[in-house]
């Protein structure tokens, strides 16, 4: 894995150089994750078997810190997401920057740059390096965002990104270093999840465990753009279509999910856990749905419905049990999927057309009618319809939550109560993106285009058609059913913790009773099913009432706004101090 993160950073320092040849130069720039997405799968046996591949470099032997890193199986699913995506976003980069061809080298250097640290953040083991890799990614997300430094919006947006995430990095860094300390020193990942299942991390100091479970979601809730700082995340929409792709599809607002998924099965058990990831995932699940209805630019329509979906995904890995951790897994790889291939999309109209106000757009299923199907498959992967690897994932988080909802938890009532109104918002803005992208309207005439190449399309199309694993559900279980395995002495099977009643599986592990499937019969979840694609039909159907609406009321204050008055009265403050 060393040999991988030394590869990125050798391309990165000579990407100046290699892109003198010009925008092919990204292909050759595109060896460096593919030969990282060959490494990772030709791990799969040793992954599978329980061979963990493991890796340490002795870094400051005084305090105890080293870079070790673990390839375990929610690495393996993640670094393969990183690698695979990373390289074809950057294939896709050589036609797109046909007519935007600044700064390519530079762009080259951090975009590979942070390939590399996002491939280091979700193979670490070690909680110091974690963070050094976290703020690294927040650095080189800085100036990819900031690619085109001579807009204003650009130069805004990028700015507003790093102070956010950076901020939720340090809270972070806190709740990693108390964590360590309770622990006697300890800075693996693995042994601190571990001392959380046996019951033997701070069990005599509740209040310091559950400062650093605050600490920990927050740093998780910046980067993965969640209420109340989700508004960082529209804003870098400034950034070339490949970092949007990228960045904000597949890779580093995943890092908040990453960091979820990797804790839940040492935390899910306590009341502020819960509360928090519950709380904020649902709730930004439903806001970034709702502001997704009322975008007319497709790719702002986009980036709330990744808001969204983030919301959701936290909110599923994070619920405490292994038929959730199941669904939320698949929804990670079906949702770094579709969302990276409608991003693309979105890149190839703009590279096009010029333009991507749905207002503007009409008839270009006619005249990319492979491109459309391909936005087709993904876009029906987005909303869950079947047999897509999205609609796989949602039925299974909707079956666990049906189960839970059966113990009588009011909690797991209102949970489901809300993952099927965001469920509802998203079916609607899917709709609405794809007619918006797509459709022909009747007042609106074709706008003219550039032809477009073979080489722009095939990386959207390859990664929307990538949602076709939802016909082999089975493979897919197969693939993240370990993730989903906990050991027995996890505290979520103590006395009076509520709602988890696991399935005891051989090995003294808790496998989860849920599974992916096609057709589980005429079930809870299939009536949910229906009245969601139902209610989401009726909603884009009216969305010119919907639009109307949310134009004369505003349940919140725009928090872009609240964001600069803040950083006016600090920099007011301080001016006034310091004289």
Avoid at 37 to 64: D, K
Avoid at 150 to 173: C, F, V
Avoid at 180 to 208: K, M, N, Y
Wanted: net charge positive; proline share 6%; with cysteine.
């Amino acid at each position: 894995m060393t040999f991988l993160l030394l590869a990125h950073i050798v391309a990165a320092l000579f990407a100046p150089l290699i892109m003198r040849i010009g925008r092919r130069g990204f292909l050759v720039l595109a060896l460096v994750p593919t030969v990282a997405f060959i490494w990772v799968v030709s791990h799969l046996p040793q992954v599978y078997a329980g061979e963990i591949p493991t890796e340490t470099i002795t870094w400051i032997p005084q305090l105890g810190l080293n870079f070790t890193f673990r390839l375990d199986v929610l690495s393996w699913v993640m670094a393969l997401l990183v690698s695979g995506v990373g390289a074809l976003v950057l294939v896709y980069c050589s036609p797109y920057f046909a007519r935007h061809a600044a700064a390519l080298g530079r762009f080259g250097a951090v975009f590979v740059a942070f390939a590399g640290a996002m491939f280091g953040l979700v193979t670490t083991d070690n909680t110091i390096a974690l963070y050094v890799f976290w703020e690294a990614t927040t650095v080189f997300s800085f100036l990819l965002i900031g690619h085109h430094h001579e807009r204003q919006a650009s130069r805004r947006a990028a700015h507003q990104a790093i102070i956010l995430t950076t901020m939720g990095g340090l809270a972070m860094l806190a709740g990693l270093v108390m964590l360590a300390l309770v622990r006697g020193g300890s800075t693996s990942l693995a042994q601190l999840v571990a001392s959380a299942r046996a019951g033997t991390l701070a069990p005599d100091q509740p209040g310091i465990l559950t400062a650093c479970i605050v600490l920990l979601l927050i740093g998780a809730a910046s980067k993965s753009a969640l209420v109340p700082t989700h508004f960082w995340l529209p804003a870098a929409m400034a950034a070339p279509t490949p970092v949007s792709a990228y960045l904000h599809a597949a890779a580093m607002v995943k890092a908040g999910v990453y960091l979820v998924a990797r804790f839940a099965p040492a935390f899910a058990a306590t009341a502020i856990w819960q509360v928090l990831v519950l709380g904020l995932g649902l709730v930004t699940m439903i806001v970034g749905g709702y502001r997704a209805l009322r975008q007319y630019d497709i790719k702002l329509l986009l980036a709330f419905g990744t808001i969204s979906q983030l919301g959701m995904m936290i909110a599923i890995v994070g619920y405490g049990t292994p038929a959730m951790m199941l669904a939320g897994c698949a929804m990670i790889v079906a949702h770094a999927l579709f969302k990276s291939a409608l991003f693309l999309t979105v890149g190839v109209i703009d590279w096009s057309v010029g333009t991507r106000d749905l207002r503007e757009l009409s008839g270009l299923g006619r005249r990319l009618p492979l491109l459309a199907t391909g936005a087709a498959i993904a876009t029906a992967s987005m909303i869950g319809l079947p047999p897509f690897a999205g609609y796989v994932a949602k039925e299974a988080a909707l079956g666990a939550l049906v189960d839970q909802v059966a113990t009588g938890s009011v909690r797991d009532l209102a949970a489901l109560t809300a993952f099927g109104l965001g469920s509802i918002l998203t079916f609607a803005y899917g709709l609405r993106f794809y007619w918006g992208a797509f459709a022909r309207k009747p007042a609106v005439e074709t706008p003219p285009g550039h032809a477009i190449t073979p080489l722009i399309q095939t990386p959207p199309i390859f990664l929307a058609s990538l949602a076709l694993i939802g016909l082999v559900p089975g493979v897919v279980e197969a693939g993240l059913q370990p993730i989903a395995q906990i050991p027995a002495a996890n505290p979520l099977t103590t006395p009076g913790a509520p709602n988890r009643e696991l399935i005891t599986g051989s090995g003294g592990l808790l496998s989860a009773p849920g599974h992916l499937t096609l057709w589980g019969g005429w079930t809870w979840p299939t009536v949910i099913t229906g009245v969601i694609i139902v209610a989401g039909v009726a909603l884009f159907v009216a969305r010119s009432h919907v639009s109307a609406f949310q134009r004369r009321v505003a349940f919140l204050p725009d928090p872009d706004h609240s964001f600069r008055r803040s950083e006016q009265a600090i920099e007011n403050f301080a001016a006034t101090l310091t004289s």
